[in-house]
């Protein structure tokens, strides 16, 4: 190739070997001053080394490397860089300063809109799913909002207690209490502040060292039909531990003591209609009816954005504390919330591992469980609010930025897990919020009502907030009948089982076994799925010279006592251990599905041809497995071939003896050339 100009011609063709992502007439352009250093060297590209592009001119390269003097251009360089890590690895050190007046409205009202919703739902969480005090859901919902909002990556992510979360926290609670680690303390209270505190702690520790380590990607393992089943199930038991105060049931279940979901179930069936509390169960059905009407009444006013903005929550705790209040339900029988003292263990903040040490170890499995949980519906949340507002996350910070705001936590004792809701997340970004300062503000409005508005709720009935709880559950079976057909649809019978299993267990057992024998079963389908290498048998596409897999093109002819096999992934110690049976089979009884049992349906391959085009890596233990296959098809007297094999494998292959042992004479650049060879023969 030539290059004219002015006349003149400039022999260009010692470059046709570089990436075609340069151009040829770009190169002479490359060079200045007295930059002729040339870029490769020729030889080395032809013979496949490991290259090193020489950039700079001769006085740059003597230059940095006459001395290590540091000039204040160097300096602010290293400066600039260090403030962009900090400014990547802490967010807010990147959005405060360049935080924009415009942006004040919206997160202003997003915050306080959140705020009305989650301070009662915050209260039903501390109180009917952890069974703890009403301040260890505010604090959940006011400590780690602060340190997530300086760490997290996520601008419309809310991070509060979340029902099914407490609700794991709520078990644990509850089985010291009964005794089943220890003998039975005689300060309850302190007791649940204790555990509370030992799984926040765990919690933030775990979720750190997996951001730490890059563990981001584990949201991958677990299948949607698994999150669903679980979610549902969750669904479920929340509803049966709220039905119990909703009937006005709560003293009668302490003298039963049903312990698993379906005692529960069985225990509402036989005392819900005979011995309910009849003003208990008509002010929590009646509450939970207004807040369906109201919730549902604004769908119809989208339009009225002060319609669709009311926190219908808010005003069903404050109209039933005020009308519990005059007419003094707490005299007919209906629990009240009552005084409600700050208790966290005699200190407002305290180390984590004063009191709660000897929690620790009984309560690492619901760590572990609340922190996977806790992940992926964060995750979820993230990953859809940066979508739709045009940013990009980090599943890796996002963990960090959680671990540390639940550690922060940890340090209030009594203080519950927070987690990123999907739902909350949503209603903040349709409100406004485009950055952090939305969680501040409603973490702000939440400590202040921790500790001047609770004496307001003395006479909040406790039954109002179980419904509050069942309001936010029905979402959760939203989508299961659509799930279920689409699974159903789609014959996707593995999912469908997966579902029902973890609910069954969920419901059946507890919700800890639900969930670590769905992981079990969901690690063992990735690791079968994973350890089939994926191979197809190629045949002549008639009346032209090209190959394509015969299970797939109809007309495509198997080549008699020729066995073409591609090979369509990277080999690595997973997919290679039972490479030998799977090529066997294929060998025998071709691309379809069959049983052992059955006769071979081909014959003895006499040849066997080797595609590699998509094997891009291969490890130490794929290349030893696959050598004793090759000597294992020599023994057998079959002729061997290898086509497009690329650079990184073909390495490998030589340095284990491979390729000494086929002969040169068996790799071949492509599968026409291949065939050519083994016709000639």
Known sequence: MTRQSAGTTENTSQFHSLSTATSVSSLPGMVHGEERTPLVNQGDVEAGHTTHAQYGSSRSLRTATSGTDETPKDTSKRNSMFMKRVRYYVPSTAWIPDYSASLLSGDLLAGITLAAMLIPQSVSYGTSLAKLSPATGLFAAAIPPIMYSLLGTCRQLNVAPEAALSLLVGQAVSDYRRGDHHTRPEDADAVGIAVSTAITFQVGLFASMLGFFRLGFLDVVLSRALLRGFVTAVAVVITVEQLIPMFGLVALEGEVNPESTLDKI???????????????????????????????????????????????????????????????????????????????????????????????????????????????????????????????????????????????????????????????????????????????????????????????????????????????????????????????????????????????????????????????????????????????????????????????????????????????????FANTAQLKERLRRLELYGPERTHPSEEPRRQPASTLVFHMADVETCDASAVQIFHELLETYQNRGVELFVTHLRSGPREMFERAGIEELLGSEAFFATLGEAMTSIGQR
């Open 266 to 572: 069985v225990f509402l069936l036989e005392f819900a209609w005979s011995d309910y509390h009849k003003p208990t169960m008509l002010v929590s059905f009646g509450a939970l009816l207004v807040l369906i009407i109201m919730r549902t009444s604004k769908g119809y006013f989208r339009r009225t954005w002060w319609i669709e903005r009311l926190p219908e929550v808010l005003i069903v705790v404050v109209l039933s504390t005020i009308i519990s209040g005059r007419l003094r339900w707490d005299e007919d029988g209906v629990d009240i919330l009552g005084v409600i003292p700050i208790k966290t263990g005699g200190h407002f903040f305290s180390f984590p591992l004063k009191q709660s040490i000897s929690y620790i170890r009984g309560t690492t499995s619901t760590a572990v469980l609340i922190t996977i949980m806790g992940f992926l519906d964060s995750t979820v949340a993230a990953k859809q609010n940066a979508d739709r507002f045009g940013y990009s996350i980090s599943p890796n910070r996002e963990l960090v930025a959680l671990g540390a705001a639940n550690l922060v936590g940890s340090f209030v004792p009594g203080t519950l897990p927070a987690f990123g809701s999907i739902v909350r997340s949503k209603i903040n970004g349709d409100v406004g919020a485009r950055t952090q300062l939305a969680s501040l503000v409603t973490a702000g409005i939440t400590l202040l009502a921790t500790f001047f508005l609770l004496p307001y709720l003395y006479f909040l009935p406790r039954c109002v907030l179980a419904s509050i709880i069942c309001l936010f559950v029905i979402s959760l079976f939203g989508e299961v009948p659509h799930d279920l057909m689409y699974y159903w649809r789609i014959r996707a019978w593995t999912d469908l089982a997966m579902m029902f299993l973890t609910f069954s267990l969920s419901v059946i057992w507890n919700i800890e076994i639900g969930i670590i024998v769905s992981l079990i079963i969901s690690l063992l389908l990735v690791i079968k799925r994973s350890s089939h290498t994926r191979m197809i048998i190629l045949g002549r596409i008639p009346g032209t010279d090209q190959w394509g897999p015969i299970a797939d093109i109809p007309g495509a002819e198997d080549v008699p006592g020729i066995l073409i096999i591609r090979i369509r992934e990277s080999l690595d």
